[in-house]
């Protein structure tokens, strides 16, 4: 039984949180608090398992008991709650970056009760569970083949393409802060994120970044030191027009339950580039999106990197591209960039001495 701390300063809210987590068997709920302050005595007393958490609270916000919570209690799941507007993902962009494990965004525009208990229940119960170790996305050990080497014979990478869902944002940023403005081939990224927080998540990340980073648009040429990431509720497809790879933004519908999701866009790289040219990244994630698109790229001649189960924050996504036997590297987090750079810049080198 998985226990949870629901704290908002909502009466609605909390009873909305509550009914939706009341459908499942699996969790209980512990308590309720209306702030921060109550929340974290109850903490104390009532040790649950993963508390949910609203950014804004009077007497103690969101942002604060996080932070007091992280000195505490440093590896307790944490779900933000925030709203779909410019100033929510900003607050839970920080809350990210200050430890927040995973976030949901609050109903709006719903047209009843039920729906929003629905959206809710939807939203935070798989997070719950991915969260606290139940992984329905995991294969048995006996499903799993070896992890190979890197493509026999390929070539010099000419874009990276990296998929992400849970604890995506920091370690997203984690790698591109890593990368040289120098670095020379473009970047793509699928990160699960609803409209407002990509461009949010853009735009900040380009503040710290050597590389440019942009929430992209449709028609957009590939250039070397750009970081492409997809808009909200958009898958972004790559497509070959002359001697050009432009982006391509659609609203088909979801896949696997996400749009943008990663399998679309890893399945556009492999028919947009050269067999062997790819090297594409799967980061922690919850559920499987990207395994599917690593068949494609692997039938390519692409490489792929897996994130390591110990450095990420739900070992979903990298999981499923492991047990399928589609990693050619499984690192950890500090490795990737340093891993992407070689790659990249290491293969244009020996290719220049050549």
Known sequence: MVSVLVVDDSVVVRRLIVDALGSDPALQVVGTAPNGRVALAKIESLRPDVVTLDIEMPVLDGLATLRELRRTHPRLPVIMFSTLTAAGASATLEALAAGASDYVTKPANVGSVTESVRSVREQIIPRIHALCGRRPSARPAA??????????????????????????????????????????????????????????????????????VVETQSGVPLRAGTVHIAPGDYHLELVRRGTDVVTRLQQGPPENFCRPAVDVLFRSVAAAYPAGS????????????????????????????????????????????????LAHEVLPLDDIPHHLLTRVAGGRAARNRG
């Open 278 to 325: 790819v090297l594409a990244a799967v980061l922690t994630g919850m559920g499987q999106d990207g395994r599917r698109g690593c068949h494609d790229l692997r039938a390519r001649g692409a490489e792929i990197v897996a994130q390591d189960e110990a450095t990420s924050v739900v070992w979903g996504m990298p999981g499923a591209v492991v047990g399928d036997g």
């Open 143 to 212: 499903a799993r083949r070896p992890v190979g080497p890197p493509p026999d014979g390929a070539g010099t990478p000419q874009i990276v393409a990296i998929g992400c869902s849970t604890g995506g944002p920091e370690a997203l940023t984690s790698v591109v802060k890593a990368l040289p403005a120098s670095f020379p081939v473009p970047v793509v990224v699928v990160q699960h994120m609803p409209r407002v927080f990509t461009r949010m998540f853009a735009e900040r990340l380009d503040r710290t970044a050597a590389l440019q």
